[in-house]
């Protein structure tokens, strides 16, 4: 069973922190790792994606991914409030199928 | 440049009854995906259509099944309809090539919420 694991949270952190979300996944075969965001009663939002080991940033975001640990995070700089939704880990293996986390809620204070 | 696209919005089945639901990827997509979002359940992966062909099926059983049309877009049917396939049904779409790599990334359309009752 392959499976991605996270912290159903909340996280709670105060405008202009660094929020860190976690992810682990089983299936060691998985190739590519991606970040949703979804607001309340909303579709999820493709934020990053990451293929390789290391970390890459795009603007305020930083996906890192460790195979080795299976684990892969998403940093966000200079939380806003506007940044409060579920964040979705969600890793493919093999064929192309999506398994997704249930996700985490961060929550960002004015 | 348009995102996916689904309808209708909204649906309200009475059990027993069958749901058809529709779905249009962006331009140049090939690839239709459908999820299924279950209160407490997270978004579970359907069915995966790619050149008109059903490419991977989830763990659900036979009455939900779907069809790509040549220009792409596709249908989802949920036949004999129970009270727990309530949910927010999405599509996602994708564009062609590497998807055998993992290297390609999926965008969501808005949802339609089925509610049987």
């Known amino acids: 069973q392959k499976e991605v694991e996270q912290n159903s949270g909340p996280l709670s952190v105060p405008e202009g922190a660094i929020a860190s979300l976690n992810c682990t996944y089983s299936?060691?075969?998985?190739?590519?790792f991606f970040w949703y965001r979804q607001y309340s009663g909303k579709s999820p939002e493709l934020i990053m994606f990451?293929?390789?080991?290391g970390d890459k940033e795009d603007g305020r975001f930083t996906a890192q991914l460790n195979k080795a640990s299976q684990y892969v995070s998403l940093l966000i700089r200079d939380s806003q409030p506007s940044d409060s939704a579920t964040y979705l880990c969600?890793?493919?293996?093999?064929?192309?199928?999506?398994?997704f986390g249930k996700g985490t809620m961060l929550l960002v204070s004015p | 440049e348009a995102g996916v696209t689904q309808s209708p919005t909204h649906l309200i089945k009475t059990r027993g009854q069958q749901a058809t639901l529709r779905c249009s990827p962006i331009?140049?997509?090939?690839?239709v995906y459908w999820y299924q979002q279950a209160l407490g359940l997270g978004l579970q992966f359907l069915l995966w259509?790619?050149?008109?062909?059903?490419?991977n099926r989830g763990n659900f059983p036979p009455r939900f099944s779907g069809r790509q049309f040549p220009n792409y877009s596709s249908e989802l049917n949920v036949n004999a309809l129970e009270l727990e396939d309530s949910a927010l049904y999405l599509c996602?779409?994708?564009?062609?090539?590497?998807?055998?790599?993992?290297?390609?990334?999926?965008?969501f359309g808005p949802g339609t919420r089925l509610t049987v009752t």
């Open positions: 996602a779409s994708s564009s062609p090539g590497h998807w055998d790599r993992g290297f390609h990334e999926q965008y």
């Open positions: 299936d060691r075969g998985s190739q590519s």
């Open positions: 990451i293929y390789s080991n």
């Open positions: 969600a890793a493919i293996s093999g064929y192309s199928t999506l398994t």
């Open positions: 331009s140049g997509h090939t690839s």
């Open positions: 259509y790619d050149e008109g062909e059903e490419r």
